[in-house]
């Protein structure tokens, strides 16, 4: 079956382009409105029809799927999104996948029904050629998460680089002994943070012990248990990369629970820079992630799809930043 992007991709426009040319609606160069033209009848294109009338049908809702709800960090993206939302007249539906890649894409259901004019994801485990396919008639945005190699409308952070920039800090410290508590390396970004840690080591000279280095969960138990893990090794981490905050803390707390301290037994560090972590004991060093300004910029990018507008860029990296607190120290080099 021939569809919108087929014809976008031999015309070499967007496919917002071609839906406007399609329905006569919106401002389109002669030439470029030929050119859609020609390809429609070259590929012998038929419009969906009925997905065009759903959409002319507005609900002034979007909806927004986060992967875990209990996860704080996506308040604050949750916030940027509705910041946006409300100045335009639009409701939010919030969706928990409950990190399901199955409940994830029951959501997408949502779209074809029409109860909402377009969809946030704030997760990528769902089959990426069908969000594909969906995202030709329905408007989809990605934030936070990410598919490698997509062309899907995405804002996020670069998370190799991130993770580099944290591990290198703690080489800064002296350290070469460091453990990583992964996120899920089912997840985009718990392999690109795995990745930026093994690109730090290996760049500064340093191996990395394959037992220390756990896959967690993204959640405060995993990061107890793993840190529980690597002290009942012969020969201890000096310090700890975790792949999210609320591992970290899970971290500190086994550490604690072995009567030892933070950071002048381990240091720790994690990632994400949620509210908790400025307040925590020992207040916790992390890669801040702008969470606002992602949800903002999501929800202003699926505004403009909606709107049929043409998008000049697609997908967004936005910067990151290395929140330096209490929770790591200098390693003491004796002799």
Do not use: W
């Not at 779209?111 to 969809?119: E, F, P, S, T, V």
């Not at 037992?211 to 793993?226: I, T, Y």
């Amino acid at each position: 079956m021939v569809r919108i992007a087929d014809v976008a991709k031999l015309a070499n426009v967007s496919t917002a382009t071609v839906s406007r040319v399609i329905s006569n609606s919106g401002t389109v160069k002669k030439e470029t409105a030929e050119k859609v033209m020609e390809a429609v009848k070259k590929l012998n294109y038929q419009p969906n029809v009925l997905a065009r009338q759903l959409r002319r049908s507005e609900t002034k809702t979007i909806l927004v799927v986060v992967p875990d709800i209990t996860n704080t960090f996506f308040s604050e993206v949750l916030r940027g999104i509705e910041s946006v939302a409300i100045q335009i007249g639009y409701q939010v539906l919030l969706g928990d996948a409950r990190n399901n890649a199955e409940s994830e894409a029951s959501y997408l259901t949502i779209l074809g029904q029409k109860k909402a004019d377009g969809l946030i994801l704030l997760t990528a485990r769902s089959n990426q050629k069908m969000l594909e396919e969906i995202s030709q008639d329905y408007p989809v945005v990605l934030a936070c998460e990410y598919y490698e190699g997509s062309r899907l409308p995405t804002v996020s952070i670069d998370n190799v680089s991130s993770a580099r920039k944290a591990t290198e800090y703690l080489i800064s410290l002296n350290h070469k002994r460091i453990g990583h508590i992964s996120g899920p390396l089912n997840v985009v970004v718990g392999r690109d943070r795995c990745k930026g840690f093994h690109q730090a080591m290996a760049q500064h000279g340093l191996s990395v012990d394959p037992s220390l280095v756990q896959e967690g969960e993204f959640s405060f138990e995993s990061g107890f248990n793993l840190m529980m893990k690597f002290l009942a090794l012969e020969d201890f981490p000096t310090a700890i990369f975790a792949g999210n905050d609320e591992m970290a803390m899970g971290a500190v707390k086994a550490i604690k629970s072995k009567g030892f301290k933070v950071p002048e037994d381990f240091s720790v560090i994690g990632f994400d820079d949620i509210k908790f972590a400025s307040i925590f004991e020992p207040a916790l060093t992390t890669v801040a992630q702008p969470t606002f300004d992602m949800g903002q910029k999501a929800m202003q990018l699926l505004l403009k799809i909606i709107n049929g507008e043409e998008l000049e860029k697609s997908q967004f990296i936005l910067p990151d930043k290395l929140i330096v607190r209490d929770s790591c120290k200098e390693l003491t080099i004796n002799g």
